[in-house]
């Protein structure tokens, strides 16, 4: 991702804590290391002028339809493609999640 030089990065900030308690998730999140990953890309991008921006960790951005705005409130983590019930905008549920990080207007940006 540093070596393409974009202006920003944008990535949630993610309740690890509460993603633990799902005994379904909890050995899988915890051998992902998301502090440290967290950390060295702060670090590449201070080095090399990146803005890095943190989403709160209750945006919708897997909720949030891309297309039209709405927010789907029924969306399990089982659903892997995003259908809209407003627009029937019908997506991948992660790329979703990315397009409306990269137009995310509320966020922090790492220091």
Request: proline letters at 2%.
């Amino acid at each position: 991702m540093i070596r393409q030089k974009p202006s920003f990065i944008t990535m949630e900030d993610l309740n690890v804590k509460g993603m633990m308690k799902n005994r379904h998730l909890a050995k899988a999140v915890q051998g992902q290391n998301f502090y440290s990953f967290r950390l060295k890309l702060a670090d590449k991008c201070r080095r090399n002028g990146i803005e890095l921006r943190i989403a709160d960790r209750w945006y919708p951005s897997s909720r949030l339809c891309s297309e039209c705005g709405s927010i789907r409130k029924d969306l399990k983590l089982s659903d892997r493609t995003y259908r809209c019930d407003a627009c029937g905008f019908v997506i991948d549920r992660d790329r979703n999640a990315s397009i409306n990080l990269l137009n995310a207007k509320v966020y922090t940006v790492a220091l």
